[in-house]
Every structure is written in structure tokens, then in C-alpha cells.
């Protein structure tokens, strides 16, 4: 028997970025290089600059994990309280209840979200249904062989 070294807690931090040459949204995040850290690229004018939010984002990120091992037991009474078994043993799960209340959750309950460079940040958060599947899995089949 083997447990995972590492487990992602898979809720997404979206990022809204605007370029700073021309405004467009069509700009994407990227590690251009270990030492250099991570740059900002637009699609639209193909210009690049370097990610000046980068250390308070992955700081963010590396929360989010934290966020999880912290907060997993309770993440896991609530999505019991969204889960429904039909008479044939099948889970079922209210995606579209318990969805917006994890991400409340995490807003209320991360400590990085007060940070005044991570509230300068245009952010969202989401998780999908296969995401939810996912820690639903995690947390009531896999982690509970173990």
C-alpha cells in the first residue's frame, strides 16, 4: 500500500490579466526560466513582461495547499451533507449547492486573501465537478484505506 507523496487540492485561482501595452485580456502567465520566475505574455500586441505579483501569487498557490490539509476534515463533513445514496448504493452530489459554499469557505478562511498585494490582483476562484469527484474521492475512498 502506497499514499500519495503529494496531493493538490484542485481548486483553480484564476488570474485576470491585463496587458500593459495595449489592455488586452489575451495575456497568459508562464515560467520563463527558474532564476527569472514567471512572465506575463500577450497574445494580442506579443509583448512580454516579467510577473511583478509573482512571489505574493505563488505564495497564494502554495496557501491554497496549506488550505487543504488544514481544512480537509471539514471540507469533507460538508460535502457529506451535499451527498445523497440512492437505493442502489450510487453517490450523488450537489454540485451546484456545495460548490459556491467551498469557495466561500476558502475566501472567508484564507489568510493570504488579506495580504494587500494578493487583494491588488484581479482573482477568482472555481473548482469543477470533476474536481469536487476528486476530493470527494480523496477524502472518503482513498485516504480512508489508509
Not at 509583448?47 to 481544512?71: C, M, T
Amino acid at each position: 500500500m502506497t499514499t500519495p507523496i503529494f496531493y493538490t487540492f484542485p481548486l483553480t485561482i484564476n488570474r485576470n490579466l491585463t496587458c500593459i501595452h495595449c489592455n488586452s485580456n489575451n495575456c497568459e502567465r508562464y515560467l520563463y526560466g527558474l532564476e527569472e520566475g514567471n512572465y506575463i505574455f500577450c497574445s494580442s500586441c506579443e509583448q512580454q513582461w516579467p510577473d511583478e505579483a509573482d512571489n505574493s501569487f505563488g505564495q497564494l498557490e502554495r496557501e491554497r495547499d496549506r488550505f487543504w490539509d488544514d481544512h480537509s476534515e471539514v471540507i469533507k463533513m460538508a460535502l457529506e451533507s451535499f451527498t445523497t445514496i440512492n437505493s442502489f448504493g450510487k453517490k450523488k452530489i450537489n454540485y451546484k449547492k456545495f460548490i459556491p459554499e467551498l469557495l466561500e469557505f476558502f475566501e472567508d478562511n484564507c489568510k493570504m486573501l488579506e495580504d494587500s498585494e494578493i487583494q491588488k490582483l484581479d482573482l477568482t476562484f472555481s473548482i469543477s465537478n470533476e474536481g469536487v469527484d476528486l476530493v470527494d474521492y480523496y477524502l472518503t475512498d482513498y485516504r480512508g484505506r489508509f
